[in-house]
């Protein structure tokens, strides 16, 4: 490397000088461009702008855990087991009118937090981790079962929470509806027949391919055709219950939410 | 009567009270350096180095009030001039357009043969090497070799640690490295110099060498 440094020493190119009555001509350019100085945004100003980035940063993890909250209990995921079949119905299933908001609010925080110059980070490098934060935070808040605690507490403190009430009836309430798939508990098998219960807690009769053999107690994942009470199933895939179990337990909260809450008028 | 000159806290706060003119007083303090500095990153094009300066200072003025006095004006300078002349290599890259020519090559400033041909030749070289680096690469370079900053004046120009300065320098020489061996197009670029410096200073002898 000695070699190197002396060869970069000695190609030092020489400058020539700036004409004369440069800054003259600089001086010119502000004068005629009407340049002025920027006035500093003031520290409390700086300091609002990082206060409402935090809380902007936060209220965009609370929604981001709602749309993976969302997005799991609504049961499209499940369609996502039968390969691209259905990918077109899972996008239309995603929870769009809270993915905007979630994404605007995590673009606010970053800009915000990078404007009150508390933070030296480039705002790449701060949006990233904003949505990092917000998205992988989110989702393995959504994983813990902590929606599901919280869901419960509100059933157990019906009308002391009524914003967040509000927000349980209006979120994450209902259960896939799709005229080609269906998901229940098998509660009876006779003769290639099977007799689900959905998440829902309605009854449909399933006739299952001769293929496929079931078992009462397990819980079906199935794609086919059919009406509201009779189904005839192509493909038959069996869930892991400790996986499934979930929906069962999420749309009985709902059920009971719906009665004490709101006088059983809500959206089955 | 000589008036003492004002330190550069003091002009800042003088032109922030309106002014004007004490904002000359600090562009002649730093404009050479600034214009050496971008002179010798941009390739030696005079033309692009004089249009950045010009937009530097412009910066300068405009920013004028985020200056905090308690840090070297030079760096703040510098670090203008750094993000002036990023965005003006992005936008000859975006046109495509290219750097230098032949003819500006061969005119570079103190190409004197009278200094020794075969060190000018080397110093070509170097300098087409450094064209071909990563500007990233080539601006610490500068930084470092030609502007003689030192690691800590780098790392306040380029808003990082003098630990990062550290392994920039390393990976930039050893991007050097590659691109002078690439060049010279053998293992050893160094042999390659002095045996072209050798040839170019004795022709006759190593012609006849050949020959036999």
């Known amino acids: 490397m000695d070699k190197l440094d002396k060869l970069l020493r000695a190609a030092k190119p020489s400058v020539p000088d700036l004409p004369e009555g440069f800054s003259r001509s600089v001086m010119n350019q502000i004068e005629q461009e009407k340049l002025v100085i920027r006035a500093v945004p003031a520290a409390?100003?700086?300091r609002l702008f990082f206060i409402i980035g935090f809380f902007a940063?936060?209220?965009?993890?609370?929604?981001?855990?709602?749309?993976?909250?969302?997005?799991?209990?609504?049961g499209s995921l499940e369609l996502l087991f039968f390969g691209l079949k259905f990918f077109g119905d899972f996008i239309s299933l995603l929870p769009w009118d809270l993915i905007v908001p979630s994404l605007a609010l995590s673009t606010l925080s970053a800009w915000m937090l990078w404007k009150s110059g508390f933070l030296k980070i480039g705002i790449t490098g701060l949006t990233i981790v904003?949505?990092?934060?917000?998205?992988?935070?989110?989702?393995a808040i959504a994983a813990t079962g902590f929606n599901e605690q919280i869901e419960a507490g509100i059933i157990e403190r019906e009308g002391q929470m009524p914003w967040l009430t509000l927000f349980h009836n209006t979120r994450a309430r209902e259960f896939i509806h799709h005229p080609n798939f269906k998901m229940g508990k098998v509660e009876t098998v006779i003769n290639g027949k099977a007799l689900i219960v959905?998440?829902?807690?309605?009854?449909?009769?399933?006739?299952?391919?001769?293929?496929?053999?079931v078992k009462v107690g397990q819980v079906l994942r199935l794609s086919g055709e059919g009406s509201a009470t009779e189904f005839i199933a192509q493909n038959v895939h069996i869930c892991n219950p400790n996986r499934v179990n979930r929906y069962f337990n999420h749309m009985a909260h709902h059920e009971k939410m719906m009665k004490s809450c709101c006088m059983g008028k809500g959206k089955k | 009567m000589n008036k003492p000159s004002?330190?550069?806290?003091?002009?800042?706060?003088?032109?922030?009270?309106a002014n004007k003119d004490d904002f000359a007083v600090l562009m002649e303090r730093y404009q050479q350096r600034i214009?050496?500095?971008?002179?010798?990153?941009?390739?030696?094009?005079?033309?692009?180095?004089?249009?950045?300066?010009?937009?530097?200072?412009?910066?300068?003025?405009?920013?004028?009030?985020?200056?905090?006095?308690?840090?070297?004006?030079?760096?703040?300078?510098?670090?203008?001039?750094?993000?002036?002349?990023?965005?003006?290599?992005?936008t000859i890259s975006r046109r495509k357009e290219s750097h230098m020519d032949d003819d500006q090559w061969s005119s570079i400033p103190g190409s004197d043969l009278s200094n020794g041909y075969e060190q000018e030749e080397n110093r070509k070289l170097v300098l087409r090497a450094l064209e071909k680096i990563d500007?990233?690469?080539?601006?610490?370079?500068?930084?470092?070799?030609?502007?003689?900053?030192?690691?800590?004046?780098?790392a306040e120009i380029l808003d990082t640690s003098t630990n990062t300065v550290g392994t920039l320098i390393r990976r930039a020489k050893k991007q050097m490295e590659k691109t002078l061996n690439s060049m010279v197009g053998r293992a050893d670029w160094f042999t390659q110099i002095i045996f072209r410096s050798f040839l170019i200073v004795f022709p006759t002898h190593f012609q006849s060498k050949l020959r036999s």
């Open chain 2, 135 to 154: 500007p990233k690469y080539r601006e610490i370079l500068v930084l470092s070799y030609f502007e003689e900053k030192s690691y800590k004046e780098i």
């Open chain 2, 35 to 90: 214009f050496s500095y971008l002179y010798r990153f941009l390739y030696q094009n005079k033309e692009a180095a004089l249009d950045v300066t010009q937009n530097v200072f412009s910066k300068v003025y405009e920013n004028l009030g985020s200056f905090d006095t308690k840090f070297p004006m030079q760096s703040w300078i510098y670090r203008i001039a750094h993000n002036e002349a990023a965005n003006y290599l992005r």
């Open chain 1, 57 to 74: 940063l936060v209220a965009s993890l609370l929604l981001f855990n709602y749309n993976s909250y969302e997005l799991r209990m609504n």
């Open chain 1, 198 to 213: 959905t998440p829902h807690g309605d009854k449909i009769s399933i006739q299952i391919p001769s293929s496929s053999q």
């Open chain 1, 130 to 139: 904003s949505f990092l934060f917000t998205g992988i935070g989110g989702t």
């Open chain 2, 6 to 17: 004002k330190s550069d806290a003091e002009l800042v706060v003088s032109i922030l009270a």
């Open chain 1, 44 to 46: 409390a100003h700086s």
